[in-house]
């Protein structure tokens, strides 16, 4: 809940702290219908970590508004508008999301399960598909209900699998962030996913994602990449003590 008071439009949520879990349940039966939570609980275990323990009401607000976000930035950067004018192109009303016409709260929605489905965050799975339309010279950027279009997705797909080989992202369940077992469930899985995009790899590369995910971003325990990759670690805690020593 607080990732999403923290956006820029986040005031607008304020009414949300006082709601239940019955009470977004309810609403989401009234204004969004049953039919269309097929497949909520299955997206818990593939939506990206720092959104597991949102209810779907939650984190398609937060969707909603780093869509605004994105959408100006990439107003901006791909030269759509000025820099006067970009911040206030947000592609959407700048309301709540529950404020929204019907038609673009059930492609909000629709569109943040698709994301769900990839384990990467929204603001990579917006600006991507915001970015590539951009670049094919899209008379307008995508609306939500384009955000699942299949030569986008196709194309987002490709950048995604591309992306797993070269980069890892923090979470708030990793080890820097959260050093304490606090969430053991979360943090075991956030540890599996970074090994597995290490295994990824080209095995030239892994010495460098154990750097990374080890000793510089401190992503995972040193204990756990010491099970997986042995002589990968003592390797890589070489590599981080020889540039230590050169620093100092």
């Known amino acids: 809940m607080q990732r999403l008071l923290d956006t820029p439009e986040g005031a607008k949520y304020e009414f949300m702290q006082e709601m239940t879990t019955s009470d977004m349940d309810r609403w989401v039966s009234e ?16 939506k990206w970590f720092d959104y597991r323990n949102m209810h779907p009401l939650v984190a398609t607000c937060l969707f909603s508004e780093i ?31 529950q404020d929204h016409g019907m038609g673009v709260k059930t492609s909000l929605w629709r569109a943040r399960q698709f994301a769900d ?42 950048k995604l699998a591309r992306r797993a080989h070269i980069r890892i992202d923090d979470s708030i369940f990793s080890y820097h962030n959260m050093p304490q ?42 204990v ?6 042995p002589k990968l670690t003592n390797d890589a805690r070489e590599l981080y003590l020889s540039a230590c020593q050169e620093d100092s």
Request: net charge positive; charged share 25%.
């Open 67 to 97: 869509y605004k976000v994105e959408y100006a930035r990439i107003m901006l950067t791909h030269g759509r508008d000025d820099f006067q004018r970009a911040p206030f192109r947000t592609g959407l009303k700048r309301v709540a999301y």
């Open 31 to 46: 204004n969004i219908g049953l039919s269309r939570c097929a497949g909520e609980t299955e997206l818990f275990s593939t």
């Open 181 to 222: 077992l606090v969430a053991p469930e979360m943090q075991k899985d956030y540890c599996m996913w970074v090994i597995q995009h290490i295994d990824a790899m080209k095995p030239s590369s892994r010495v460098n994602g154990v750097l990374s995910a080890v000793y510089l971003r401190k992503l995972i325990p040193e």
């Open 224 to 229: 756990v990449a010491e099970k997986r990759y």
């Open 117 to 158: 489905k990839y384990c990467c965050s929204y603001d990579y799975y917006i600006s991507t598909m915001l970015s590539v339309a951009a670049q094919r010279l899209w008379a307008n950027l995508p609306r939500p209900q384009h955000l699942w279009q299949d030569d986008l997705v196709a194309i987002f797909e490709q």
